[in-house]
């Protein structure tokens, strides 16, 4: 973490409530982990977590190319939509 | 009627700045469209590199370029797009993989977030908190679709 000059308008207050409001962004699960984390610690969880969010989008690119494999030409878009608009 | 004057976002789940869940969701499925329409015989290896770009491209287009993140995405994609273009390489364009060495965490963040390298330590913590959220957005967008019996709806 670089340290600033007087001139700087950032303080370390904003930088603590940048750190804990990434720590609330956290799932349930990883947030338990840490606890009360270190800045550090809490960028590694993070780190941790962004790339599991990858790993999702990978996984879940797959499936969807497996599913439409077995899709037909003129699917409704609409229903998925209304669906999504219910959950 | 709600009056959505002053909120353009109807969607009242969603952060006030972000992009609206129905409008990424709108893009996605489209996208979603266009690769079948356009490829229905390609691998699935194939398929599914595609998607995952548009999984990207989707979340960066609805972002916009308000936000450094979704800026270096939708670079990243038009660039990768035209190397393959000229090259004729087939090459996903999602994040890059790279092996974490001995980084400080910081760093290891920024080759996370896209357009994080040569980040401020204040931004780079800014652009991580809006890049997560819509990222796991993204995630269950798809989970949903998946979840409804993919595109084929039902």
Known sequence: ?87 | MKSSTRNPNPNPDTPRFGPSKLMVAFRFLRALTLVHRTAPNSSNAARSRRIQRAAFASMAYSAGPRRAWSRALLWRLHFHRARRLCAGRSRAAGVPRRPSTTRSPADELRRLVPGGTGMDYCSLLEETADYIRCLSEQVKLMQSVVDSGGPRGR
């Open chain 1, 1 to 87: 973490m670089s340290s600033r000059g007087s001139s700087s308008r950032i303080t370390d207050e904003e930088i603590n409530e940048l750190v804990s409001k990434l720590q609330s962004l956290l799932p349930e699960s990883r947030r338990r982990n840490i606890g009360r984390a270190s800045a550090s610690k809490l960028l590694k969880e993070t780190c941790s977590y962004i790339k599991s969010l990858h790993r999702d989008v990978d996984d879940l690119s797959d499936r969807l190319s497996a599913l439409m494999a077995t899709m037909d030409a003129n699917s409704p878009q609409a229903d998925i939509i209304r669906s999504l608009l219910r959950s």
